[in-house]
């Protein structure tokens, strides 16, 4: 028996899920209109729907307590439940007849790391809606009615990175998205190369004030150099004359901007491992958003046998890292840096590959 029919007592009519996602390089340039290169993750998260016959909506989802009971007229008080919320109102408000729904959750996507839980959460409910209810949404539009499910219902100011790889990208080949046109196309990984991602066991404290006040800044930053988004500058000679914290802010932006499209053309693994590494100490330096233990974590996946590069990944602030790595090394220079940064500070633990 299914979860979905252990809580409703009949099978789903529908179901659909999405992964999760990790960022190999591009990191906060999607809201300044910039280019990112996220992989899809095997960790997924899936949803399960049947109409119930009335005007309401019952959400329960594995891991989150009791089922939530909710109309379309008042959001629900748990914030999970609002991502899907802002989903069912959003489809609602293209003219669709959302019928009064059972909803079923399971996940296995890491929360809270920087691994997009909440952007497969969003993805998952709307293409199971469009496959319950036969709507003609592409790809394109479930990521962008999940962004805004994401920065009108749940709070959360983000970019589209996240939405646009959990509906777009697969395991196998990175995704090189414009986040100004959405233009995009898959991408090989490097040669004899594989994804590594390491929970740093940190919390992402700050990770929503610091995020909003970086856009901010950034915002700024575009204002005083006259143009529409700093994606509009690729020359960090034009940032003289910028206050110093907006002028490493803007740097952070253009040169990771750049760090993308060498990395999408790099000769090779260990080209692109080094722009890892230089991600990672733009974010460290010049955007700080990073914590002394990912630091440490970071250094310790460097030095190790086989990695080409690492850098954390997502909005920083604590959460998880990311290694490109030979993958006959991969697990070992996953369990190695982990033991070795376990001495001294929190659990770690290696999130990809899954069962490591
Ligand atoms: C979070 C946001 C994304 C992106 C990253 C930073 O994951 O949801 O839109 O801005 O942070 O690159």
Do not use: K
């Given at each position: ?18 992964p999760g996602?990790?960022n ?11 280019f990112?290169l ?19 909506f ?20 748990q ?31 890491p ?22 209810l036969?709507?003609?949404f ?33 395991t ?22 594989a ?27 575009a ?33 990771e901007?750049a ?5 999408v ?42 990695v ?19 993958p ?29």
């Open positions: 028996m299914t979860g979905f029919e252990q809580i409703y007592g009949m099978p789903p009519e529908a179901w659909a899920d999405a996602r990790v190999l390089l591009g990191e906060h340039t999607d809201y300044n209109d910039g990112v996220p992989v899809a993750i095997p960790q997924r998260t899936r949803v399960a729907m049947r109409r119930n016959g009335h005007a309401g019952s959400l329960f989802a594995q891991g989150q307590g009791d089922p939530v009971h909710f109309d379309l007229g008042t959001p629900p008080q914030h999970f439940a609002t991502y899907i919320y802002g989903c069912l109102v959003l489809t609602r408000d293209r003219g669709v007849q959302v019928p009064g729904l059972n909803i079923h959750v399971e996940s296995d996507v929360m809270g790391v920087g691994l997009s839980s909440s952007a497969a959460l969003e993805v998952a409910a709307l293409r199971c809606l469009r496959q319950l036969g709507l003609p592409d790809d394109v539009l479930i990521a962008q009615l999940a962004q805004r499910a994401e920065v009108e219902y749940a709070g959360v100011n983000c970019g589209i990175m996240d939405q646009m790889a959990s509906s777009l990208a697969d196998q080949r990175a995704l090189l998205l414009d986040t100004r046109s959405l233009e995009r196309r898959a991408v090989a990984l490097p040669r004899d190369s994804v590594l991602v390491v929970d740093s066991g940190v919390p992402r404290s700050l990770a929503s004030s610091g995020y909003n006040q970086r856009r901010a800044e950034c915002e700024e930053a204002r005083r150099l006259g143009v529409a988004s700093l994606r509009d500058v690729d020359d960090v000679a034009r940032l003289d004359g910028l206050p110093e914290v907006l002028l490493r802010r803007a740097r952070h932006v253009i040169t901007n760090r993308v499209l060498q990395a053309a790099a000769a090779g693994p260990r080209e692109f491992g080094r722009l890892m590494n230089e991600s990672h100490a733009s974010l460290r330096d010049d955007y700080e958003v990073s914590t002394p233990e990912l630091d440490r974590l970071v250094a310790l996946l460097q030095q190790q046998r086989g080409y590069g690492a850098r954390l990944t997502g909005a920083g602030f604590g959460g998880a890292c990311v290694a490109l790595c030979r006959d090394a991969l697990v070992q220079a996953g369990r190695e840096a982990v033991r070795a940064y376990g001495v001294h500070g929190p659990r770690a633990a290696i999130l990809v590959p899954a069962g490591a």
